[in-house]
């Protein structure tokens, strides 16, 4: 289809978002990417205070998976995640709120990038030094729902991974990707159909 990995902020054709994922794989599949809205520079700050130097390079990383109900430590503090009314919440064990996106702000990219999802899946080889795929199933979502995707991230069936590593001011930031398993990605959407 000649659609390449991308951080479009629109479903990538004609409504329809695809993914796809190596068949056997245990990766779980980025729903979408987006930087916390408040405050100004969040991952930065994230980096700063709890990056994990490397000694031999220099660089920190702040390169972890949170979620609702996994406590992740880093130095004396643990982090997880949390949602209320209006945001979805990074917060440390002391209640302090890391950083934050706010529902309407996430509800909004979602419904432009996820209300219709393609999932295909491909085995794969080597043919000289260069990997082919071969797709073998598709599977249609439609129906994304944010009070479904509310529920999942409650139940921490959905995480969210930062991927940022630098020095100060000059951190270089993967985006930060909120997350799903194959298994609970049928339950963020109202019908599912097998395509092939």
């Not at 000059?170 to 019908?191: E, P, Q």
């Amino acid at each position: 289809m000649g659609i390449t990995e991308n951080n479009s902020k629109m479903a990538d054709l004609n409504g329809i978002e695809y993914k796809s994922k190596r068949r056997g794989s245990s990766a779980h599949v980025t729903l979408l990417t987006r930087n916390p809205t408040t405050p100004d520079r969040a991952v930065h700050v994230l980096l700063e205070e709890y990056g994990r130097l490397d000694a031999k390079t220099d660089i920190k990383r702040f390169n972890t998976n949170l979620a609702v109900g996994r406590h992740t430590q880093f130095g004396v503090h643990h982090l997880t995640v949390q949602a209320t009314k209006s945001a979805v919440q990074i917060v440390r064990d002391d209640g302090a709120v890391q950083c934050e996106w706010e529902l309407a702000f996430l509800e909004e990219a979602m419904k432009c990038k996820l209300s219709t999802l393609a999932l295909t899946e491909a085995s794969t080889r080597i043919v000289s030094g260069v990997e082919e795929y071969r797709y073998e199933t598709c599977c249609m979502y439609d129906g994304f729902s944010m009070d479904r995707f509310i529920a999942l991230l409650n139940t921490g069936a959905i995480s969210i991974h930062f991927r940022v590593k630098g020095r100060l001011n000059a951190a270089r930031n993967r985006g930060t990707a909120f997350k799903i398993s194959k298994v609970n990605l049928r339950n963020l959407y109202a019908d599912v159909s097998v395509v092939f």
